[in-house]
């Protein structure tokens, strides 16, 4: 039996960890905090939007590994333990003009996926909002996930699948074979995946030195209460709106390079300046603004495969992460099984952005 020890319990760590242990492999998780499921936990994950959300505005070269891991949201929601905490009732993205909008959709037709422009009427009917929009197109390849309820939902799976779940253990020394921690414990392992998020140590970055590349964005969200009509998602310049299972936010800026300073009132009134210019009066503050902080990779997309010294990464997720998670488990499974591995997964390889 594989054993596997993976470094981080975000939703990248969580996901990986439930689709080895169903493969059969023996699982530590060993995640440096306490478990807190709050959306001021350190991590990423559980600040998140957890907007499901494939479609972007230009075409990249992985656009297909975005719908690809929407679809596996879909097939592995049945029977999860987190399955009441996702909703694919689609989304509206509001395009800048014309111009995009055309673009957007001969982007989704290339990639055989439903986009339609929406009347002001529809986009009343499905969002409550009384106003007039040019360029509302309905996206239904989406979806949301409710972080906190899915991370529990994880951690329970997990926890059915016999995974060893060592939480407060900080990883201090790494190999390929083994995970030391602060704590005392030692872990041996015959591979070993790092997914630290935006908070490798200089301990992880000589083990899997393609950790270099990440670097933090911090984002802000705020609370919102929203029409009882608004259903779906809606993405929009400036800003996004997302009604989960228990709230709804609005979201969600994108501060390169910093990771500290806790909420900044002027940076959530812009995201309330950009709400109020496009839904003039809908969007309504409901709480404490928070902040999480996102692992960027140079390209936006993850670098998933050999870290450059043996050890695995799954990391550098940036804006997509819970998008991107259940696509991920996937590509580590096939390392560790040493099943093939697709040209389009191999184009996620940390050595995509060569030596750091
Ligand atoms: C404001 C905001 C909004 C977002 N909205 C969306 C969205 O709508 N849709 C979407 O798909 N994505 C979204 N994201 C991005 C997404 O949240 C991240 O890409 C994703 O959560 C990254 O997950 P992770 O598991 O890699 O990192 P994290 O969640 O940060 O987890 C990493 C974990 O590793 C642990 N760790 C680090 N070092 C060690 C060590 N030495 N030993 C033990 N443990 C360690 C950390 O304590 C942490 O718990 C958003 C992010 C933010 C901040």
Sequence with gaps: MKRVVIVGAGVVGLFCAVRLARAGARVTLVEAEIQDLSVYAPGASAAAAGMLAPLDHAPSPHSKLAFQSLDLWRSLQAGAEWADGVRFDGGILVAANEADAQAVQAHARALGRAVSPLSPS????????????????????????????????LYMQARALGVALAYRHDASEIAPNQVATFEGGIYEADLVVLAPGAWATDALKAAAPALCHVSPAKGHLAPVRLPPEFGANLRAPGFYLARRREDCVLGATLEPGVRGGGVKPERVAELFAAAEALLPGAVVPAGRAWTGIRPMSPDGWPMVGDGGAGVLIAAGHSRNG???????????????????IAPEWEALSPARFGAP
């Design 122 to 153: 529809q986009f009343r009917r499905r969002t409550g909002f009384d106003a007039k929009l040019d360029h509302a197109l309905l996206v239904e390849d989406e979806g949301v996930a409710d972080p906190l309820r899915v991370m529990s939902g």
């Design 322 to 340: 819970w998008l991107l998670a259940p696509l991920t488990a996937e590509i580590i499974s096939a390392y560790v099984f040493a099943q093939p």
